[in-house]
């Protein structure tokens, strides 16, 4: 299954999608960007959304370009969320494995099964709201973007602890 | 069909360029594949091109350009009252004549156009030319330098657009609405069994689709004039920095200012990209997020998870007849042991987890709070130069100020590029109420709603699904419907696929061309969307530029060979560094059946030997130049392939071409 973006946040990024660039020597992946941006937006605000799939784009299974080796890191903030959301201790060995099984897939590039993909598109998709809150207008420049998303992950947060 | 066009030649009398007439046949009458036409700088290439442009495109037809934009090409000093332009084209041997008509003094242009049965008033080229003669399209074969900038800005061009005009994609969307016309016809013929209830759904239907038409159309006039707007703001910016440049010690200090504003400019592009960078990190953009990460990983290692043995050990022990202890397994404990391997991980799992816990450690094993504190401090870095740019902008600003204020020139391009900006924030406005949906229309109410009040065309669109949904269940067309909805769906699908498929295959021999042409620059097309999208920067050089526009432009025209269009460029090799010009007049050649360039003689070095031998010597040779501005007029009219208009002189030949000596028209 692949990631997916909100259609309508997709068009929300394009005065700075020209900007989303990767490092010399690595493909930029700039829907990718945007979904991240997404992403952390819902996690931080703990924020899901389930959309139709018609209102949505299919972006990539695995993590693409400068995401490569970011993929582990992802998924563990996303675990950490989720076990979070559901109530789970990790001291909880058995109900840690059952949502460990149930969210990760070894086999798939992505490193998450069908349903880890849902719900952590519902983070991206949920997140896109977050954004809509956070800002009056979409973004214009990349480098006031960056530093206003910075400033509202600070806020949104209780400093030190995302869970 | 096929189609094959050429540039047999063109007359312009009365204009701001020198009165000329140019043939680009040969003795047997047929066309050069290079025609090579040196004008110094200021002899009217910008005109010529226009006027080309226009006649290729129709654009100046039905009153298209203001009275002001006609009478800016009347010549200059002169008394004249009208003009002429012609443009002789064969389309597949066929001739074709645009002509272009100038009336000054009412400030219009007239068309007429001869094509087969006679001549008719007006723009009229034949129906399979038309999609290749029209404003947008024509950028793509008459170009220079500021449309290969235009290749890379989506304000300006469409690429994507140009990939499915010459692929003719879009025929495959059209098999689409024949699909859902089929379904409408069936819904017509199908005897409903209300007949009241049909035709009122069927009324409401048909009220829908006629607002989603207005609404597309009018979408489609405001993005015309958008575009169009575009291009007179940057024509007005060029005048207003021609005008605010002409005073030299006001430029000296004008360009210094905007050297500081593009270095800074520069500097945040990049620290913006480094900021971009780190914040990928998702534990750089909090501790709060480095601190969830670790503590996942020290609650995953203080409950030994995943365990030191996985599933799979489990599963083949139930396998055994033995225990690892020695101790038989029968068929209950082997069961035991099954059911108990599924609180295990398998190996894949494990080998994930540990993968992740180790990608944890490396980030934040040490230090919850590092990566922030770096991230603040690029973000320090970059505000201090967003904080210096805006001083550099205010003072760069004032400069200009002041220039407006005291010169009546700068002002008049400033009060009109400010006129224009204005226009286009307003058509941008317009053109956001068709964006999105409209949040107010509840779909379960849709029969109390007046579609002439909703501006959402996606909401139009949901409403005609519903209205569809309402007539299909009346006429017992709802199987058919679901078919038809089918089938649109996957050939939009096809038709979006093709044009992936195809922008895909056309970026990447364009980069393989583009490597071929800049062998020692990175500089590569990333995606061809509305405009070409480059990797990692948003702009280059001019030769950058314009080297990335051939090497698109060829390969575009290469695949399309079933089509052969002229294509004419102003200045090809100027900008070009001399090791590049040498592989762009190799390129030239094999770019198409006719190319037309028109040039400066310091454009000729390097770039002309190349040119030569890779086109076998094809090539015709024209200069010309404006009367009373050069030395070399005695030269000229020595020679016996010399032509004298009123204004200006015409040489054809290598020789005078080769020996002429000026960049720029003489004071």
Redesign the interface.
């Given at each position: 299954m692949d990631f997916a973006i909100r259609k309508d946040a997709r068009e929300w990024f394009k005065d700075i999608r020209v900007d989303f660039a990767a490092l010399p020597g690595t493909a930029s992946a700039p829907d990718f960007d945007a979904f991240y941006f997404c992403f952390i937006a819902g996690i931080a605000a703990k924020r899901k959304k389930d959309v139709p799939a018609t209102e949505t784009a299919a972006l990539v299974e695995n993590y693409p370009g400068p995401y490569r080796n970011r993929g582990p890191l992802l998924i563990a903030l996303f675990l950490s969320r989720e076990l979070d959301s559901l109530g789970v201790d990790i001291a909880e060995k058995k109900r840690v494995h059952a949502q460990i099984s149930r969210l990760v897939d070894p086999g798939v590039s992505n490193h998450l099964s069908d349903d880890g993909v849902r719900e952590f598109n519902k983070y991206a998709h949920g997140g896109y709201e977050v954004l809509l809150d956070w800002f009056d207008d979409r973004p214009r420049s990349l480098e006031t973007f960056l530093r206003t998303f910075k400033l509202r992950v600070e806020s949104a947060l209780p400093s030190g602890k995302a869970t | 069909m096929s189609v094959t066009m050429r540039i047999l030649g063109w007359k312009a009398e009365g204009l701001r360029c020198p009165d000329h007439e140019i043939d680009c046949c040969n003795e047997q009458g047929e066309t050069y594949s290079i025609s090579l036409i040196q004008m110094p700088n200021g002899t009217g290439k910008t005109t010529t091109l226009t006027l080309l442009r226009a006649a290729l495109s129709g654009g100046a037809a039905n009153g298209a350009w203001d009275r002001a934009r006609v009478r800016e090409l009347r010549k200059r000093g002169g008394d004249v009252t009208d003009a002429l332009f012609e443009l002789r084209l064969t389309l597949n041997d066929k001739r074709l004549t645009i002509r272009m008509e100038f009336d000054f003094e009412a400030g219009r242009v007239e068309y007429k156009t001869t094509w087969g049965s006679g001549q008719e008033e007006g723009f009229k080229p034949p129906f399979e030319l038309r999609r290749f003669m029209n404003e947008d399209f024509v950028n793509f074969y008459v170009f220079d330098g500021e449309l290969a900038d235009n290749l890379l800005s989506?304000r300006h061009t469409d690429a994507e657009q140009a990939v499915e005009s010459l692929f003719q994609v879009h025929l495959i969307s059209r098999m689409a609405d024949k699909v859902s016309s089929y379904w409408d016809e069936q819904t017509r013929s199908v005897t409903a069994k209300d007949e009241t209830g049909f035709t009122r759904r069927k009324n409401r239907l048909e009220a829908w689709r006629k607002r989603h038409a207005d609404l597309m159309s009018a979408k489609s006039t405001l993005e015309k004039r958008l575009s169009e707007t575009n291009g007179q703001l940057a024509s007005q910016e060029e005048r207003y920095e021609r005008e605010i440049t002409k005073e030299e010690d006001r430029a000296k200090k004008i360009g210094k200012a905007e050297g500081v504003v593009n270095d800074l400019r520069r500097q945040?592009?990049e620290?913006?990209?480094s900021?971009?960078?780190e914040?990928?990190?998702?534990?750089a953009?909090?501790?709060?997020?480095a601190?969830?990460?670790f503590?996942?990983?020290s609650?995953?290692d203080?409950?030994k998870?995943p365990e030191s043995a996985a599933r799979e050990f489990f599963e083949d022990l139930a396998m055994e007849d033995a225990c690892v202890c020695g101790r038989a397994i029968d068929d209950e404990i082997r069961t035991a042991i099954r059911e108990r391997a599924k609180?295990?991980?398998?190996t894949?799992?494990v080998?994930?987890?540990n993968?992740?816990k180790?990608?944890?450690s490396d980030?934040v094993g040490q230090s919850?709070h590092k990566a922030e504190e770096d991230?603040a401090q690029t973000?320090k870095q970059?505000?201090e130069l967003?904080t210096n740019l805006q001083s550099a902008q205010n003072e760069l600003d004032e400069l200009k100020h002041a220039a407006e204020q005291s010169d009546p020139d700068v002002m008049k391009a400033k009060d009109e590029i400010d006129r224009l900006k204005e226009d286009r924030d307003d058509i941008e406005k317009e053109l956001r109420r068709f964006?999105?949906k409209d949040n107010k229309v509840r779909l379960d109410r849709i029969n109390t709603v007046d579609p002439d009040r909703v501006f959402a065309i996606e909401t139009i669109e949901d409403g005609i699904k519903v209205f569809e949904d309402q007539v299909a269940e009346v006429t017992n067309t709802r199987m058919l419907r679901q078919k038809r909805d089918i089938l649109v769906r996957i050939i939009r699908s096809a038709h979006e696929k093709a044009k992936q498929a195809i922008t895909a295959e056309i970026r990447d021999e364009a980069n393989e061309r583009i490597e071929k042409l800049m062998p020692h620059n990175?500089i590569r097309i990333?995606e061809i969307d509305r405009c070409l999208?480059l990797?990692?920067?948003?702009g280059g050089s001019v030769g950058e530029t314009l080297s990335v526009g051939y090497a698109f432009l060829s390969t575009l025209f290469d695949r399309a060979n079933q089509h052969q269009l002229p294509f004419v460029v102003d200045s090809p090799a100027n900008p070009i560094d001399f090791e590049i010009r040498a592989n762009i007049g190799e390129l030239v050649p094999k770019l198409t059946g006719q190319f037309i360039a028109f040039i400066i003689s310091s454009e000729r070095e390097k770039f002309l030997t190349s040119l030569k031998k890779a086109s076998n010597g094809d090539i015709q040779y024209i200069t010309l130049f404006r009367k009373g501005a050069s030395h070399l007029e005695t030269k000229a009219m020595a020679d016996l392939a010399c032509v004298t208009t009123n204004d200006g002189f015409r040489v054809t030949g290598e020789q005078f071409f080769n020996e002429f000596q000026l960049d720029a028209e003489e004071a």
């Open positions: - | 989506k945040i592009r620290g913006a990209q900021l971009l960078d914040m990928r990190d998702p534990h953009l909090s501790p709060a997020f601190t969830a990460m503590e996942l990983k609650g995953l203080r409950a998870l609180n295990y991980l398998s894949e799992d080998n994930v987890l993968q992740m180790s990608a944890i980030v919850r991230l973000i970059v505000s967003v964006d999105g990175d990333d999208v990797r990692g920067q948003s």
